[in-house]
């Protein structure tokens, strides 16, 4: 694996269009020897055993989970902590902790219902040099921890990386750019997901908390949109971020019923979505662009008489106008409660 420390990122020492892969084209040399220098200047601190914290925020799921456990399990890359946050009521993951606490350390807390609150309930707790935060329902290979370390290692400078999200039969299950390369605030819609995430801890320390009025269970109107806020906090405090498609993360496909509740769920993380375009002040043409692709969707969807996919794309439309245009407040009416 090459070391990546020396390359530029988008929009510093680059135009913002051009890619690294054309950067590299031009400057082979230059970058055979930084490479070459990273190695032989790597500091002790990521010449030490790297550590992981994976937090896994988990409600209303037992099979999963447990899945998830077992492939963690079979981790060829040994140094981790797992940090369980149940939202359960009850002490239905018991037992399943109770089988796995003596293959790996493992702490279980309980938190209140949100994602994001789970998050931070375990970001309290985190103690190795890394976090990640998978999903109840996904599972990682095993050696996704192995590669993500000697990433790091290799690359000293780089704070973050994130992967690619499939399913088990290594089909994208979300949109995904297949072109690995720096992350900005641009392309970070298509090159992380949550549970694709791993960041340095001081990354993490320096951009705080997950904000609690975002993602799935926060009781407001926007469900989602809480990795790609700390992302942009982290890119912000000009954290350099890379995406490596190759490096895979596990996760079943959704299948969309189409029905009234999966449109007002779509509604719900496409308000998300424009909210954190709003927050983070992206240029007029960005949102516009957003909310144009659900209506080219939506129209494409009705002329092939698809009615439910085309409602289910109006929904996200409406959800990102409304997300876009909506002025944050800190107090939401009990429809969100």
């Not at 390359?7 to 055979?32: Q, V």
């Not at 899945?67 to 981790?80: E, G, K, P, S, W």
């Not at 109840?136 to 690619?164: C, E, H, K, M």
């Not at 144009?292 to 494409?300: E, F, K, P």
Request: hydrophobic letters at 40%; one cysteine or more; aromatic letters at 12%.
């Amino acid at each position: 694996m090459f070391a990546l420390h020396s390359l530029p990122l988008a929009g510093r020492d680059t135009r913002p269009w051009e890619r690294p892969s054309s950067w590299l084209r031009r400057h082979n040399s230059f970058f055979l020897l930084a490479a070459l220098l990273g190695f032989f200047s790597k500091n002790g601190s990521d010449s030490k055993t790297m550590s992981f914290s994976l937090i896994l925020a988990t409600v209303g799921r037992t099979e999963e989970p447990a899945r998830f456990l077992q492939h963690l399990d079979l981790q060829t890359y040994r140094h981790f902590e797992l940090i369980v946050v149940d939202q359960n009521p009850g002490a239905i993951l018991d037992p399943l902790i109770r089988q796995y606490q003596d293959r790996f350390p493992l702490l279980h807390l309980r938190s209140e219902c949100g994602l994001s609150r789970a998050r931070n309930a375990g970001l309290q707790h985190a103690s190795g040099d890394m976090v990640a935060f998978p999903d109840d329902d996904g599972w990682y290979p095993a050696d996704l921890l192995q590669r993500v370390a000697s990433f790091f290692q290799w690359n000293p400078s780089i704070d973050g990386v994130t992967g690619r999200c499939v399913d088990g039969s290594g089909g994208d299950s979300s949109r995904f750019d297949r072109r690995s390369g720096w992350i900005n605030r641009f392309n970070v819609w298509t090159r992380s997901n949550s549970h694709t995430i791993f960041l340095r801890r001081e990354v993490s320390q320096l951009v705080g908390p997950f904000d609690e009025r975002l993602g799935v269970g926060a009781k407001t109107p926007y469900g989602s949109g809480e990795e790609t806020d700390y992302l942009l906090r982290a890119l912000a405090h000009r954290r350099r971020l890379f995406y490596d498609s190759s490096l895979l993360v596990y996760h079943p496909q959704l299948i969309r019923l189409m029905d009234a509740r999966e449109c007002a769920r779509g509604r719900a993380y496409a308000r998300g979505t424009g909210h954190v375009l709003r927050r983070h002040r992206y240029p007029l043409w960005f949102p516009l662009y957003q909310i144009t692709r659900s209506l080219g969707g939506a129209a494409v969807s009705a002329m092939g008489l698809d009615f439910a996919t085309a409602r289910f794309r109006l929904n996200i439309l409406i959800g990102r106008t409304w997300g876009w245009i909506a002025k944050e407040s800190r107090n939401y009416s009990s429809e969100w409660r």
